[in-house]
């Protein structure tokens, strides 16, 4: 998000962004990801819809553009749902989010329903789209979000994991008059704004536009290679600050210095282990040396460093310190390759290499 419009990056360009009330949150690394979802902001093409009327391009979309749809009731009288859906076709057993940006209209209320995808009843869950956004009655599900953008928009999210044996499922979006009721008067006065649907493997990552087929966007490579003059080979720190919303299950690397010879046997790593805690890695001695440690990983913002030099190793995590070694250590091959948020799915903030290992007092000050 940039100037208060959600906004697209060039191919090998940083995705620096910003909360929706302007501070900075910090560049984005990101895995890849496919959007199966088909014509993600034209729900008049591809999407079914049911006692509903959709006004095509109504308002202005999170991007800045006259995209956004209107989802309105069809004034047939009586009471009853209004829905939209797509049907998509997806892996049986993988945990899945399918995801919207949302605007009140004539209701400030909405719902997200992934249908069918136990071989049942499936998931859903409501949204107050008002405020700071809130999140109403729920089934079914591993996880929901409301998120706040600017100009009344809501990003909501649901995340599942698919039947064993179900290949399918069906993705809806309903009006609500209610945090817990979809049904409401079919009477032309139920409207809510709908743009940039998403389905997706794991939780919900960036905004990734369709039209008539899937897209997917690559993962996020951050590097640099020879880069062994602001590495210390025999002491130092690294340093980073972060802001964590997703824990994917995997090891979420924020900072790698290692050996470009394989394998790679020598380095130090900050990041996430699948286990969902804070990891500080440093190998050594081809391999004879590894000292970890961990430390329990929370949503927001945390600054983490390691301080590194032979006989004296240490952790800290938000001005404490979380671990320490008294093992004597020495690199085997030469540190000399930077990676930056590999697999982070997350947001760095700041990063730091010391070519000398800071002491205690300075580490606490430099995490606080």
Known sequence: MKNGDLSQVAVDTPAFEYNSNGT??????????????????????????????ITANDTTAPDGNTTADKLNDDSGGGTSVVLIE???????????????????????????????????????????????????TASNLDDSRIE??????????????????????????????????????LDGTSSIYVWGAQVEESYPSSYIPTTTTSVTRSIDIIEKTSASTYIGQTAGTI????????????????????????PIENGIFLGISPGGTFMFRLDADDGATDIDFSSAATTGTHKLALVYESGDVRAY????????????????????????????????????????????NEAKILTQ
């Open 24 to 53: 900075y949150k910090g560049l984005l690394v990101e895995n890849a990801s496919e959007n199966l979802c088909l014509q993600s902001e034209d729900i008049t093409t591809t999407w079914t819809a049911a006692n509903a009327t």
């Open 86 to 136: 797509q049907a998509i076709t997806v892996v049986a057993g993988t945990k899945y989010t399918a995801s919207v940006f949302l605007k009140a209209d004539q209701l400030a209320f909405a719902a997200l329903r992934v249908h069918d995808y136990d071989g049942a009843t499936g998931g859903s869950q409501f949204f107050e789209l008002s405020g700071a956004g809130s999140l109403g």
């Open 148 to 185: 706040v953008y600017p100009n009344g928009w809501y990003r909501c999210s649901i995340t599942w994991t698919q039947g064993a044996a179900d290949t399918s499922f069906v993705f809806r979006i309903y009006l609500a008059d209610s945090i817990s009721s979809n049904v409401v008067n």
């Open 317 to 360: 995590l938000d001005g404490s310190q979380v671990g320490s070694s008294t093992s004597a250590w020495t690199f085997g091959d030469t540190v000399e390759d930077i990676s930056i948020g590999t697999t982070f799915d997350n947001w760095i903030r700041a990063f730091a290499f010391y070519k000398r290992a800071l002491s205690d």
């Open 239 to 262: 340093y980073a600050e972060v802001d964590v919303l997703n824990f994917t299950g995997i090891s979420q690397y924020i900072l790698r210095a290692q050996e470009s010879t394989t």
